[in-house]
């Protein structure tokens, strides 16, 4: 079945702690996308990638980094930098042009700083 | 720059009821606009979306939606709802980018449907 998988589905780190989320995807989508949800805030979007070896920057990517080296493979690393990480993190993917096809989303993965 | 306001962010309604939540949207340009429902603690899943021709769209489940241009609206409707349908919808608009790529969504802060026996 082609689909997105993220890992791990919940994630606890220590504060001051580097953490990196998985995002693969096996429908062979050019673009990627990685959202934060807080609740009541919808969906914010914090890097994207439409081809591989470039991505761009979403409206919340401080504190963020990500790397594109794989069609397949668009992981999220949360640095120290990001001073509120706790959140539900979700990976999307799409088709080109994600406007006509609309996003296609991963299970979500839970982090919570201690 | 796009934005979209979704009016209620809670809906309670009884079983077999009809329910209407309410998208409304901000644009320079025209645009295309999705309906996405997420279950607790789960991704989001594609509901509907309205691209170009028919103003009414319909989802395989019995919810529909219809672009009203005047009024920059894409409402989602039920006549009636049941328990399953108890989830969080978010409306979401794409802008119609020409000679380029339209990435990019920008979601709706969501509308939390309580179904009640």
């Known amino acids: 079945d082609g689909g997105i998988t993220q890992s791990p589905k919940y994630l606890f780190r220590k504060e001051g702690q580097n953490v990196t989320l998985s995002c693969e995807q096996n429908l062979n989508h050019d673009a990627m996308y990685w959202y934060r949800q807080d609740p009541g805030q919808g969906l914010r979007l914090i890097y994207y990638?439409?081809?591989?070896?470039?991505?761009q920057k979403g409206d919340i990517a401080e504190g963020y980094s990500v790397s594109r080296e794989k069609k397949e493979s668009f992981p999220l690393t949360v640095t120290s930098a990001q001073k509120n990480p706790t959140a539900f993190y979700l990976c999307?993917?799409?088709?080109?042009?994600?406007?006509?096809?609309?996003?296609?989303f991963g299970p979500g993965t839970r982090l919570t700083v201690l | 720059a796009q934005s979209v306001t979704q009016l209620d962010s809670q809906v309670p309604v009884f079983e077999e009821a009809p329910v209407e939540l309410r998208c409304n949207y901000s644009s320079s340009v025209s645009v295309y606009l999705f309906w996405y429902v997420q279950y607790p603690n789960q991704g989001l899943q594609l509901l509907l979306k309205y691209l170009s021709g028919s103003t009414l769209v319909e989802s395989i489940n019995g919810f529909e939606a219809e672009f009203n241009k005047s009024q920059t609206s894409f409402h989602l409707r039920k006549p009636s709802v049941h328990i399953s349908d108890t989830a969080e919808y978010f409306c979401a608009v794409s802008d119609v980018r020409s000679g380029g790529s339209n990435y990019k969504l920008t979601f709706g802060k969501g509308t939390l449907l309580t179904v009640n026996p």
């Open positions: 999307a993917s799409s088709m080109g042009t994600g406007g006509i096809g609309g996003q296609f």
């Open positions: 990638s439409q081809i591989v070896n470039d991505f």
